[in-house]
């Protein structure tokens, strides 16, 4: 499979998305930005538009790590639910934070007639973070999520590797009155996951030989940004820097994201890359990617949109 275009950190495809996914090596973080179905170009019109996303969504899970990510941009609620609907019947996502983006007053001037409409002028889209179901805690984790549990499977394989049983790991974690709890088994079917403390526990009883893995890289990447809200208000929106597409997001705005959501080893992929703004925020932060494009001529717009970017960035 040729890229269109490629730099030492990523390859940019031209085609379907659903054509080329299972082509691709995993990923940690997906991030993108579909078309809304709003008819705000021609190509933003989708006959079976539910339907057809949630299949791209679980192209995206095929590609996926087991402690990927996904995050995805939207501003119809509605569509929303559906799609999340769908999400929970066909993937083993789990919606994990509904983000808030104030595009602030300037999005909105000249754009709307809201008085005939009876609205309130819209301002704002919306950021949805979806996970794997990885937590920590008393609460049991879904049947899905059980089969594919990472801590699960590392650890059911280090037990082996060590000889050790389960009831000599759990003596480690013995109830309030001294007795036997469950805690390892159901870490070891997947339905609960330990703590870090707890992981390090059984780390240090196997003498530091077994449990090698950090805890953390059994867990979904998040790096929370300091003062970072679910409503994130401080990046600015320019609505006349369209970079040659319709509707493009602020590189800061994917920059915030790709941070909270990879470690600087981590792959992100784009099914919708458009103009290329996800691949010049990981061209910024050194992280590799990979996107597709199915119009020919955004993908022509992102290679010289890279381009550049690569020039100031000084990478050549």
Known sequence: MTPYYETPLGKLYHGDCLTIMPELEPVDLIITDPLYNISKAKWDNKKHYHEWLTDVFSGCEDVSKENSTLWFFHMVFADLVKI??????KTNFRHRQFITINKGIGSIAGRCNCEQLRTFPRATEYLQFYTFEDQTGAERLSEKYQKINPMAKYLRSEFKMAGISNGQIAKLFPSKTGGMTGCVSNWLLGANF?????????????????????????????NLP????????DISFSISNKTGHETPKPTALII??????????GVVFDPFIGSGTTAIACERLKRKWIGIEIEEKYCEIAAKRIERERKQLKLF
């Open 84 to 89: 999340d609907n769908l999400i929970n019947i």
């Open 194 to 222: 330990p703590l870090k403390e707890q992981y390090e526990k059984m780390r240090d009883y196997l003498n530091g030989e077994y449990l090698r893995k950090e805890y953390e890289d059994l867990r979904y990447t998040f």
């Open 226 to 233: 300091l003062g970072v809200t679910d409503v994130w208000s």
């Open 256 to 265: 915030r994201v790709i941070k909270a959501a990879t470690s600087k080893s």
